[in-house]
């Protein structure tokens, strides 16, 4: 993905000068040494790069705003080898915009129960340097994330790697622009909100186009690009005979292609990383968008239907977290039920747009109609999900805040094939059971447009909520309606003004 190379995480040590030279010369040797590792663990997504052991007010609140001003720098793991009295982190704190980690860990694993000395303790004293430090974050109500091990563990470098994920989703959100192309699916409320209040909250710019915009693009597409792009279709999919060259179709695929050249060659040239489409407005295309999307979000792209701006936005997030891993992350929709008793599931799918990075095997390339936008029928690929573990998150705007709700489900295969469904699909039983999940996502006011991730787990989402300052409702296995109903109204109280209490004074 663009301008997503090279991202680092800046590692600064506190401590004091109480110590003297020489231990703070050990301190310093200490963190170059945990933030090597953890820069070469393929656990951490992105570069560790050892920055100071901070021993003043000065130092700490200058080191915070270089971190401001530092392009490639996503956020600060920190760590108190020593005790590092907190008053002194105060200024730093204050004016830190960066998300940090806090990484609560030792030096040495093991206690040298035979040779420990008052020497040792002093320099190995994190277990109460941190806690001071953490009293402060705790009273200037600073959101962050607490990782708690020795820095060679597995687990904890994964904590690490998550939370990096999604301190990199953030980083990326920042001046993010989203193109609406035409507007909203008429009277549809849950994929509308405040473009002001999600620039200001999230960083990303939504702004709308006419589709006659991405009409002009989609015409000056060259016939040799289109003769290729379709040829690139041929040997990445199993394509449907009709379509290919020679068959009584292909002259929709070339429709198809040119769709595709047209709409990348508009989102390049406005620098967007996402965008929305709408059936209610295509004007001057012949068929609705079906391919060109999924191959877009196959590349990095956000996207939401029917004009759903937060979305796209959401899914541009997610795939820059996800960059990386295997597995895939796509727009989705809750489409339709399996009620039997014996195992409710929910077929998740959409009229074309949903991403081949979540697809079990090699595509199909088909055309059908489509009942609804009236236009010529589109094509699009047709998979299956592969059974796992996925999540479902969505952010909805409710008037005066963001709320994201995250359901943790298993795929799972479908009891049959279904040789007359038309579009990709997923077929999931949801955490912790059918009835528990829609009823807390319905209460919550989640959409029918989730981001369905195969990739992330709900854990990256609340470490993303956590940076972005928004409630988070996740519905898992531990989770019931009753419960998720108090957790609501106590946080329609917390976060009353859209910011909640944190940074109180
Ligand atoms: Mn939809």
Redesign the pocket.
């Known amino acids: 993905m663009k301008n997503l190379d090279n991202l680092e995480l800046w590692f600064v040590t506190g401590s004091q000068h109480l110590y003297g030279p020489e231990a703070l010369k050990q301190v310093a040797e200490n963190s170059k040494q945990v933030a090597a590792a953890l820069d070469a663990s393929s656990r951490i997504p992105v570069n560790v790069t050892f920055k100071t052991v901070g021993e003043t007010p000065e130092e700490i609140r200058s080191i915070c705003l270089e971190a401001n001003n530092a392009q490639k720098c996503i956020g600060l793991i920190i760590w108190c080898h020593t005790f590092s009295p907190a008053k002194m982190w105060i200024g730093g704190l204050g004016v830190l915009k960066k998300p940090f980690l806090h990484l609560h860990t030792q030096f040495f694993r093991d206690l040298p129960w035979g040779e420990i000395d008052m020497d040792y303790m002093n320099l190995h004293q994190a277990a109460h340097g941190d806690r001071e430090f953490g009293f402060m974050c705790s009273r200037m109500r600073i959101e962050r994330k607490v990782v708690v091990g020795h820095w060679q563990d597995d687990e904890v470098q994964d904590r690490i790697g998550v939370w990096a994920r999604a301190a990199r989703g953030w980083y990326a959100m920042q001046g993010a622009k989203i193109c609406r192309i035409g507007d909203n699916?008429r009277e549809v409320s849950v994929t509308e909100g405040d473009k002001v209040a999600a620039e200001a909250r999230f960083g990303y710019s939504v702004n709308g186009y006419g589709v006659g915009d991405v009409v002009q693009f989609v015409n000056a597409a060259s016939d040799a690009d289109v003769d290729a792009l379709c040829q690139a279709y041929a040997d990445e999919y199993d394509v449907v005979n009709s379509l290919l060259k020679g068959g009584e179709r292909h002259e929709s695929l070339r429709d198809g292609a040119r769709i595709e050249l047209g709409l990348r060659a508009f989102l390049e040239d406005k620098g967007a990383s996402g965008f929305t489409t709408t059936f209610e407005d295509l004007h001057g295309l012949k068929q609705l968008p079906g391919l060109s999307v999924q191959r877009l979000m196959r590349d990095g792209y956000g996207f939401g239907?029917?004009g759903?701006w937060k979305t796209a936005a959401l899914l541009r997030t997610m795939k820059v977290m996800a960059e990386g891993l295997d597995e895939g992350t796509s727009f989705m929709?809750d489409y339709t039920y399996h009620l039997n008793p014996e195992g409710h599931k929910v077929l998740g799918a959409?009229?074309l747009e949903i991403c081949p990075s979540i697809a079990e095997g090699k595509p199909s390339l088909e055309i059908h109609p489509l009942g609804i936008g009236g236009k010529e029928d589109p094509v699009r690929l047709v998979f299956n999900v592969p059974a796992g573990p996925a999540i479902n998150a969505t952010v909805v705007d409710l008037g005066n805040r963001f709320r994201l709700v995250v359901n943790d489900v298993d795929v799972v295969a479908p009891d049959a094939p279904l040789p007359n469904l038309p579009v990709a699909r997923a077929v999931w039983k949801p955490k912790p059971d059918f009835k528990t999940s829609a009823a807390s996502w319905i209460h919550a006011g989640g959409s029918?447009?989730p981001i369905f991730s195969i990739a992330l787990t709900s854990e990256a989402m609340e470490d993303f909520a956590a940076i972005a300052g928004i409630e988070m409702l996740l519905i898992d296995e531990n989770t019931t309606v009753s419960q998720v109903r108090k957790e609501l109204r106590s946080n329609d109280v917390y976060y009353h003004d859209n910011t909640g209490f944190s940074r109180a004074g």
């Open positions: 699916m239907a029917e759903d929709e959409h009229m029918h447009h």
